[in-house]
């Protein structure tokens, strides 16, 4: 079992950027591939982004392509979200979530665990 812990969070102006940050405890890395996804008020969980087990490979959904920056440190233990060119429309709760299998997917039903989340708050 693998215990994730977002960071990183904060209040930031239209077009400014931000780094997210999260940190797995517990488990094997790098067994499991790692989204991002986020949650604004009212709407449902969308999928942000994700990465494959060995940070080669990556998916971004089409609003934040071109934007935002998935990577990972399998050493750290950690996986990070780069948001550069932040819109008010990218306010939400972030999570990082991890699931034990080769494919990402976009789906949050397809992920056994979760961060607490951290919030993002982007003024126009």
């Known amino acids: 079992q693998v215990q994730l812990v977002e960071s990183g969070g904060g209040l930031v102006q239209a077009g400014d950027s931000l780094r997210l940050s999260c940190a797995a405890s517990g488990g094997t890395f790098t067994s499991y591939v790692m989204g991002w996804f986020r949650q604004a008020p009212g709407k449902e969980r969308e999928f942000v982004g994700g990465?494959?087990?060995?940070?080669?490979?990556?998916y971004y959904t089409d609003s934040v392509k071109g934007r935002f920056t998935i990577s990972r440190d399998n050493t750290k233990k950690t996986v990070a979200l780069q948001m550069n060119s932040l819109k008010p429309e990218d306010t939400a709760v972030y999570y990082c979530a991890a699931r034990n299998t080769l494919a990402v997917l976009s789906s949050a039903r397809g992920y056994d665990y979760w961060g607490q989340g951290t919030q993002v708050t982007v003024s126009s």
């Open positions: 990465i494959s087990r060995n940070g080669g490979s990556t």
